[in-house]
């Protein structure tokens, strides 16, 4: 019993012996063997650098779309070609008047037709009104007249007095039915001469309105700019998916009222767009300076100053891209007319200055559970600390909570311990029939 219990002891003491080298020659490869790169804390002065890429963008545009008119589609006979340079009031689209023009003239037509309505409605008005008048007189006549036969009863038998009082009482009903004909003629004429006039009314407005559309087919520049032709979406049924390509505007197109044909940009007032993640939204501030490189234009340098800079981050629902950006944009000092919208520039905004900022690779920060740290290189190998970031810059962390002169990874010791152990443990395959 007392062998058995030695025998375990040495073998418990072997297994401590092996753990022990293999913990010491872990330490010993991330001290040497991994062959860690590493740099060291600087502290010096620093200005604060972002960069970034963005585009040029016009400031003022305006679209040039087809008028909303009824009555179908539109063709079109004068289109402005891509890229012309255009000024305010010059013809940028024209379509086909000819159905407006037809319109007009049967509108036209209309109208001529309901002012001789007019004309005989008042004309048949006033000879109704006449053969009315002269009816009147002529029942009044006679009731006058009956009204002296029955002053004449006293002396006539009572049968012609019976008479002559039938005959006065026949002679005012006529009177009292006339003058409600009289007002009847009246009120129907005034009302044939509302309806032609109301048709009139109508003509005239259609007329106009014809006329309106005339002019609506002759499209302007509202500004002075350059043309930009758009995509053909009524080429496509009014179907557009994205990574579609569809073909620019042509003369000859068929377009229905409303679509957007094309667009003047005002390129005399350009600004540059950008976008900067989380850590570079603390260091910029208004009128900071920005040096620009267009990529159209090799060799050219431009400077600007920032102009805006978003106070909120736009996040697209589709994008997988979880960091968050905020827009930026930077107004050029100096005009040129070689610039156009959409050419890509290669920006660096500079920053504020930084009196014995201690900074480092910006490589050799990682991040372990949410929080930022280094591996400082010690003796026996490296060790984790926790720093604060307070600013990214050309290529370098700006940090507190290091000492200057403090030796950091550029890479990850633990990780490339983890592959140093694992390539040691695979060693060569057997062939067939090794034993």
Known sequence: MNRNVAQTGAFLGLLALASGCVACRQASALAGELDIPTATVKQADLQLQVETTGALRTKETRVIAAPSIGGGTLQIIKLARFGAQVQKGDVVLEFDPSEQEYNLAQNRSDLLQAEQEIAKSKADAAVQAAEDQTALLKAKYDVRRAELEVSKNELVSKIDAQKNVLALDEAKRALTQLEQDIRSHSASNKAALAI?????????????????????????????????????????????????????????????????????????????????????????????????????????????????????????????????????????????????????????????????????????????????????????????????????SGGRAVLEGLQPGTVVALVNPEARASEKAKAGSSGPALGPGAK
């Open 196 to 392: 032609s006039e109301e048709k009139r009314n109508k003509a005239r407005l259609a007329m106009n309105q014809a006329e309106e559309n005339i002019k609506k087919m002759r499209i302007t520049a509202p500004i002075d700019g350059l043309v930009v032709i758009e995509g053909n979406r009524d080429a496509s049924g009014g179907f557009f998916f994205t990574g579609m390509t569809l073909p620019d505007y042509h003369v000859g197109d068929q377009v229905n009222p409303g679509s957007s044909i094309a667009e003047v940009i005002d390129v005399s007032h350009l600004e540059l767009y950008a976008q900067v993640g989380e850590n570079d939204r603390s260091n910029l501030k208004l009128g900071q300076s920005v040096d620009a490189q267009i990529y159209a234009l090799p060799g050219e340098h431009f400077t600007g100053k920032v102009e805006t800079v978003g106070g909120a981050t736009s996040h697209e629902f589709w994008d997988d891209n979880s960091t968050h950006k905020f827009d930026v944009t930077i107004l050029l000092d100096k005009r040129d007319p070689r610039l156009r919208p959409g050419f890509a520039a290669r920006l660096t905004i500079r920053g504020d200055k930084l009196s014995h900022a201690v900074s480092i690779p910006g490589e050799a920060v990682f991040e372990r559970e949410g929080k930022k740290i280094v591996y400082c290189k010690r003796s026996r190998g490296f060790e984790t600390q926790e720093v604060k970031v307070r600013a990214l």
